[in-house]
């Protein structure tokens, strides 16, 4: 059984439900429109329940603010590693409460985002991280990681590029539970 965040088109907001498989429709109306692409597992059943209480909350309040009126949004609550580009990450592992963390043996470890391309340049990017434990350090790209400019949670960077990444830069002890970024 899995939470399941599912992107209402209808009502313009991410709806929750818990299923065995992906849900097909919007649990509040069959004749809503979804988005298959935003559909995400945000919990596995076997979370403790404090645990999935206290991440559904934050994720939660991470999702409200990225708006329908972005122009791109990403959003990723590491319940699998769908969103982390494999081949541009190293050291980092995903626990079975869906954090992000240094896997065992690693002294650090770098998780980047997949590539997310915009049409135009000179945009504005607001990201913002969900951290349990730790102070991991978070960088944004506009050039496919060609180089990064660090970032603070929840405060707008104007950038030029078209390829935009996030990468956060973990030490043992740190563990993210999520993180995305608003382009508009």
């Known amino acids: 059984m899995f939470e399941y965040r599912i992107w209402c088109e209808t009502e313009a907001t991410h709806v929750t439900v818990w299923a065995d ?39 939660n309040r991470l999702a409200m603010k990225f708006s329908a ?19 541009e990450s190293f050291g980092y592992a995903l626990s079975p409460e869906g954090f992000v963390t240094v896997a065992d043996g690693e002294t650090s470890a770098e998780v980047v985002t997949l590539l997310l391309e915009t049409q135009q340049t000179k945009r504005e990017i607001s990201a913002t991280m969900v951290v349990f434990e730790g102070s991991p350090t978070f960088y944004a790209s506009d050039d496919d990681g060609s180089s990064w400019t660090e970032i603070t949670s929840d405060v707008a960077l104007s950038l030029n590029g078209k390829k935009w990444r996030l990468k956060a830069v973990l030490t043992p002890g740190d563990q993210l539970a999520a993180w995305g970024f608003d382009v508009s």
Do not use: W
């Open 21 to 59: 498989t992906a849900p097909t429709e919007c649990p509040n109306s069959a004749g809503h429109t979804i988005d298959p692409v935003k559909t995400v597992i945000t919990q596995s059943g076997e979370v403790s329940l404090t645990q999935r209480v206290v991440k559904v909350e934050k994720v």
């Open 69 to 87: 009126l972005s122009i791109y949004s990403y959003l990723d609550d590491f319940s699998d590693d769908s969103g982390i580009d494999v081949a």
